[in-house]
């Protein structure tokens, strides 16, 4: 018996639909493609001598570490709450073998008063400092390289979101004393983990757009890069192994967060002149760092000045990634990362322990639904109270999900 596709358990009118569709959309992405192609053979001699290709290091043991943390992608909501659970971890690896790790888990039940994205915030949040903790753990056990799953200040996001938030809806005093309170926390134990010297962050899905602003600024026009992910410029330059270190392209580290803005503005069209872009970037950079952070800003010039970002391809059929890493310690960190190609895993074109710490960390999308129901189960065994008013704050919010 075939197999049954997603597309196959449409009504067939619908599916005939979606076959229009995914025509109409081909034939707009053959121009996208071809489009995109005649501009990278007209730019590529601007970038291309920024690219370096590397070779892997003679086979020597190495102890690389990994951290990622995950939370559960649909959270249980109940008439009385809401429920989510989080996880974080780390692995150490040497050469493919997995010599330790450690495992730390989360949850999180808050009362249905709160709007979705504001408990969403909470959570990132909670989580974030979880894998801050797991991190810490990992660096005791003294890896010759940490690697983060993400951005050393990828927590400033969901603060970005929260000061969004904050300008149309007030914010609940104990959570902004409980945001307060964490980003503190996760920002202390950040520095310590910078101040390490061995460990760098792996930022998988980067969006950076800083050489379509740099190269706007350097011709005095909006550059059609403007429109493309430096991820996608690269994967079509660089012959792998191979690095672009944004410090050596744009001048200074903290600068590629500042290009990208540019890219940003420009094609929201605020600006005609790419040079008044760059300033307002090189302001808003700092100014928006130090406001989530509630940190002066000259200690947000510090930090962000303090991280330097590349751009790692090291197979062919995959682009590349971004590696964030402390100013200073590039060459140790790239020495021991490119130390024996059996740190990455080809088929991704990842380290090897960040695509097993992924693994081992992801939540199954039932988990938090099971652990409410443990929950629920452990207060019948305990509550004085009558069992309907436990069955009534556990009734799903929308019965069809428990189906």
């Given at each position: 018996m075939a197999s049954e596709t997603a597309w196959s358990k449409l009504p067939i009118d619908l599916q005939e639909q979606f076959y229009q569709k995914a025509e109409d959309e081909a034939q707009r992405l053959i121009g996208v493609i071809g489009g995109f192609r005649l501009l990278m053979e007209s730019v590529k001699?601007?970038?291309?001598?920024?690219v370096r290709t590397l070779s892997f290091g003679p086979l020597r043991e190495t102890s690389i570490a990994a951290v990622d943390g995950s939370f559960s992608p649909r959270p249980a909501e109940t008439i009385g709450a809401k429920f989510s659970v989080y996880a974080a971890g780390f692995i150490m690896v040497k050469g493919k073998n997995i010599v330790d790790e450690g495992y730390l888990p989360g949850n999180i039940g808050e009362s249905q008063a709160y709007g979705r994205e504001l408990f969403s915030i909470i959570l990132?949040?909670?989580?974030?400092?979880?894998?801050?903790?797991?991190?810490?753990?990992?660096?005791e056990r003294n890896p010759d390289l940490l690697l983060l799953d993400g951005s050393f200040l990828s927590f400033a996001y969901p603060l970005f979101r929260i000061a969004r938030i904050a300008k149309s809806l007030p914010v609940p005093k104990e959570i902004r004393e409980e945001i307060f309170e964490t980003t503190g926390e996760i920002l202390k134990m950040t520095s310590i983990l910078l101040d390490s010297g061995k460990?760098?962050?792996?930022?998988?899905?980067?969006?950076?757009?800083?050489?379509?602003?740099?190269?706007?600024?350097?011709?005095?026009?909006?550059?059609?890069?403007?429109?493309?992910?430096?991820?996608?410029?690269?994967?079509?330059?660089?012959?792998?192994?191979?690095?672009?270190?944004?410090k050596e392209l744009l001048g200074r580290a903290e600068l590629q967060r500042v290009?990208?803005?540019?890219?940003?503005?420009?094609?929201?069209?605020?600006?005609?002149?790419?040079?008044?872009?760059?300033?307002?970037?090189?302001?808003?950079?700092?100014?928006?760092?130090?406001?989530?952070?509630?940190v002066p800003e000259h200690y947000a010039v510090?930090?962000?000045?303090?991280?330097?970002?590349?751009?790692v391809k090291v197979s062919e059929e995959n682009p590349p990634f971004e590696l964030e890493v402390p100013l200073g310690s590039e060459k140790s960190v790239m020495e021991t990362l490119f130390s024996s190609i059996e740190n990455f895993n080809m088929a991704t074109g990842l380290p090897l322990a960040i695509d097993l710490i992924d693994e081992n960390i992801t939540l199954p999308v039932e988990f938090t639904r099971e652990f409410v129901r443990e929950v629920e189960a452990r207060i019948v065994n305990s509550y004085t109270g009558s069992l309907s008013e436990i069955k009534e704050f556990f009734a799903n919010m929308n019965p069809q999900k428990e189906l």
């Open positions: 001699h601007r970038v291309a001598p920024y990132s949040i909670r989580e974030t400092r979880l894998e801050r903790v797991a991190a810490l753990k990992a660096l460990c760098a962050g792996i930022i998988k899905r980067g969006r950076s757009r800083a050489i379509g602003g740099w190269l706007s600024v350097k011709e005095g026009v909006k550059s059609p890069l403007v429109n493309h992910l430096d991820k996608q410029i690269l994967h079509n330059l660089m012959n792998p192994p191979a690095i672009l270190d944004y290009y990208s803005r540019v890219s940003e503005l420009l094609i929201r069209e605020k600006y005609r002149d790419p040079k008044d872009a760059f300033e307002e970037a090189l302001e808003w950079a700092v100014e928006r760092l130090a406001k989530v952070l509630s510090r930090l962000q000045s303090r991280l330097n970002r590349l751009q």
